[in-house]
């Protein structure tokens, strides 16, 4: 399933949708080049999920972020990680087989111990049609 985003506020907006109809022990994987969107993407995620958005903040140098509610969410970010292993090493096995909501940034480095129902999501820039687009791929999720 694809999406096209015209601006942040349409990546935030679908981030916010997917995030209002998650459940409890889901996998979201989040790939997309630096300054694609994961982060607008995950924020609108968050919210959709109950939390409030403004803070929301990437885990880039903590690697996970935990929030805690009505749905537990675990924000990752596996992008200084250079294999699964490292999660393994730090626990991130654990959290993906939680109770919580997990969204993981470049959840491709790990994807060989994401749970078989992952929802994959990648955001693609295209300069080409403008500045602020972005393709949108979603894979497994149930229509």
Same mark, same amino acid.
């Given at each position: ?6 601006s942040? *506020?349409? +990546?935030?907006?679908? &981030?916010? +949708? $997917? %995030?209002?109809? =998650?459940?409890? %022990?889901?996998?979201?994987? !989040?790939? %997309?080049d630096?300054g =694609? ?9 968050? *919210? ?6 403004d ?26 990680l250079?294999?699964? @292993?490292? =999660?393994?090493?730090?626990? !991130?096995?654990?959290? !993906? &087989?939680?109770?919580?909501?997990? $969204?993981?940034?470049? &959840? *491709?480095?790990?994807? @060989?111990?994401?749970?078989?129902? +992952? ?16 393709l949108?791929?979603?894979?497994? $999720?149930?229509?």
């Open positions: 399933m694809n999406f096209e985003s015209w942040s *506020e349409e +990546t935030y907006n679908l &981030g916010k +949708t $997917l %995030g209002s109809e =998650a459940e409890k %022990g889901q996998v979201y994987s !989040l790939d %997309g630096l =694609a969107g994961k982060t607008v993407f995950a924020k609108g995620f968050a *919210e959709g999920l109950g939390y409030n958005a803070e929301i903040v990437s885990p880039t140098f903590t690697i996970v972020n935990e929030y805690k509610g009505e749905i537990d969410f675990y924000h990752m970010d596996v992008y200084r250079s294999d699964s @292993d490292e =999660a393994f090493e730090i626990g !991130l096995d654990e959290m !993906l &087989g939680s109770e919580a909501v997990c $969204l993981v940034e470049w &959840g *491709e480095i790990i994807e @060989d111990i994401l749970p078989e129902d +992952t929802i994959f999501i990648n955001i693609e820039k295209d300069f080409d049609k403008d500045d602020n687009y972005r949108i791929k979603i894979r497994g $999720l149930k229509e």
